[in-house]
């Protein structure tokens, strides 16, 4: 059984994506802007990775549209972020490939 080159490239996307969340650092701001938005940092923090891990998945399936908006979310609630770094690389990707 073979996979495709562009399938190998989506998968690799993918567990990119979703490693890369596991290893978010907390900051200062990163946590004020948590407890603004959200009742505990758990909620925050499930609603990271959640809406990152949802825009990893649209993005590697090409769905631009789908993926831009969940990356938008990330960026907009947690701007200092390492994922938010991540997601504006991406987002700029998503902006191209809808030729935007």
């Known amino acids: ?6 399938h190998m490239k989506r998968q690799f ?3 990119l994506c979703i490693s890369s969340i596991l290893f978010l650092g907390t900051s ?7 407890k603004k938005y959200f ?8 609603y ?3 809406h990152y891990n949802l825009a990893c998945e649209y993005y590697n399936n090409e769905e631009w ?8 979310r ?5 701007p200092t972020s390492d994922a ?12 191209f490939e809808m030729k935007e």
Do not use: D, M, N, P
Request: aromatic share 18%.
């Open 48 to 50: 990271l990775t959640t």
């Open 1 to 6: 059984f073979q996979y495709s080159e562009s």
């Open 84 to 95: 938010a770094a991540e997601a504006a690389y991406y987002l700029g990707v998503c902006y």
């Open 28 to 34: 200062e701001l990163h946590a004020a802007r948590i």
């Open 74 to 78: 990330v960026i907009y609630f947690f």
């Open 13 to 15: 996307l993918l567990a």
């Open 65 to 72: 549209r789908k993926a831009s908006t969940e990356f938008e």
């Open 39 to 46: 009742k505990t940092e758990e909620e925050g923090e499930a």
